[in-house]
Each structure stands twice: as structure tokens, then as C-alpha cells.
């Protein structure tokens, strides 16, 4: 069941969700073909799932989300993974990350605020207007290529270390 949003947004209906999800659809199916011929990010559906509500669906309530459970989460994302698998694939990955932080005592409780603050606000920081989507994704590429390998590490320097590990 999907609990009444907290400050001051209005409550949507399970039903709601479901219809969102229904159209936004419609308009994913018919970019797949083009994302998955050039292997482009589907930026533009996930700024429409923030605009509809959806990517803070599975955030509590009382952290500005919808509070939808794994059940009701699980039936948004069959609706959207028959338009586009590539963005329910994204999206459930999403979604399992509030629902666990949400559930687990072991997340920090100042962690699992921040991550559902930001979730109901527009959650995919990578994701942009059309606009600045070139930049923002090599922005995004870098980071992640950042976060595997330690900053000014140079193909020699991590070769020396290995050797040195031995």
C-alpha cells in the first residue's frame, strides 16, 4: 500500500502510480530501439520518472517518498520493463536500494535520511535535461571510472604496486 507523501505534496492512489507508469510506457517503448541501437543511457526516461513521482516510490513517506512496498514497486517496474528492459533494470536496482535502506538496521540512519531526501527530491544525479546530457554523462562515466582505481594512478604506478605486493 502506498501511505499519504509527507510535506505538503499530495497523496497519489496506488492506481495512480500504476497509470503513470502506463504512460510513461508508451513513450519509453518507443525510444528503446534508438538507446539500445547506439548504447546511449535512457536519460530523458528517467528525468520523466522523476517528473511522474516514481523513482521515490519505494522511499518511506515520512522522507518525502510514496512508501510503496517491494510488491507494489515490483508491478510499476513489469509495466516499464515490457516499454524498455534497459530502465526497469536501472530503476528496480533503485528501488532495491530504498527498500534495503528502509528495512535493514544496519544502514546509519543519517545515511538512509540523505539517500531518501535526495530520492524524493529527483534522485538520479547522473540523469539531466536534454541540454547538458552530453557533459553531464562523461561526468558521470569519469566518476565511476574514478571510484575503480585510485586518483593520478597511472597504468606503471598500479603495476609497481602489484610487484611490490609480491
Same mark, same amino acid.
Given at each position: 500500500?502506498?501511505?499519504?507523501?509527507a510535506?505538503?505534496?499530495?497523496?497519489?492512489?496506488e492506481?495512480?502510480?500504476?497509470?503513470?507508469?502506463? *504512460?510513461?510506457? *508508451?513513450?519509453?517503448? $518507443?525510444?528503446?530501439?534508438?538507446?539500445? +541501437?547506439?548504447?546511449?543511457? @535512457?536519460? $530523458?526516461?528517467?528525468?520523466?520518472?522523476?517528473?511522474? &513521482?516514481?523513482?521515490s516510490?519505494t522511499?518511506?513517506?515520512?522522507?518525502?517518498?510514496? &512508501?510503496? &512496498? !517491494? +510488491?507494489? $514497486?515490483a508491478?510499476?517496474?513489469?509495466?516499464?520493463?515490457k516499454?524498455?528492459p @534497459?530502465?526497469?533494470?536501472?530503476?528496480?536496482?533503485h528501488?532495491?536500494?530504498?527498500l534495503?535502506?528502509a528495512?535493514?538496521?544496519?544502514?546509519?540512519?543519517?545515511l538512509s535520511r !540523505?539517500?531518501?531526501?535526495?530520492?524524493?527530491?529527483?534522485?538520479?544525479p #547522473?540523469?539531466?535535461s536534454?541540454?547538458s $546530457?552530453?557533459?553531464? !554523462?562523461?561526468a #558521470?562515466r +569519469?566518476?565511476s571510472r574514478?571510484?575503480?582505481?585510485? !586518483?593520478?594512478a597511472s597504468?606503471?604506478?598500479?603495476?609497481?604496486?602489484?610487484?611490490?605486493?609480491?
Amino acid at each position: 500500500m502506498v501511505t499519504s507523501i509527507a510535506k505538503g505534496r499530495t497523496a497519489h492512489s496506488e492506481p495512480d502510480y500504476i497509470a503513470r507508469a502506463a *504512460t510513461l510506457a *508508451t513513450s519509453f517503448a $518507443a525510444r528503446a530501439a534508438a538507446h539500445d +541501437r547506439v548504447g546511449s543511457f @535512457p536519460f $530523458a526516461n528517467f528525468r520523466e520518472l522523476s517528473e511522474a &513521482g516514481l523513482l521515490s516510490l519505494t522511499v518511506p513517506a515520512v522522507h518525502g517518498g510514496a &512508501g510503496a &512496498g !517491494a +510488491r507494489y $514497486a515490483a508491478r510499476v517496474l513489469g509495466i516499464l520493463g515490457k516499454a524498455d528492459p @534497459p530502465t526497469a533494470l536501472v530503476l528496480s536496482m533503485h528501488y532495491i536500494n530504498h527498500l534495503v535502506m528502509a528495512r535493514s538496521p544496519n544502514w546509519p540512519a543519517r545515511l538512509s535520511r !540523505a539517500r531518501a531526501s535526495r530520492a524524493s527530491r529527483s534522485s538520479m544525479p #547522473c540523469a539531466s535535461s536534454r541540454s547538458s $546530457a552530453r557533459p553531464r !554523462a562523461a561526468a #558521470c562515466r +569519469r566518476r565511476s571510472r574514478g571510484a575503480l582505481k585510485p !586518483a593520478g594512478a597511472s597504468p606503471a604506478t598500479r603495476s609497481t604496486r602489484r610487484a611490490r605486493r609480491s
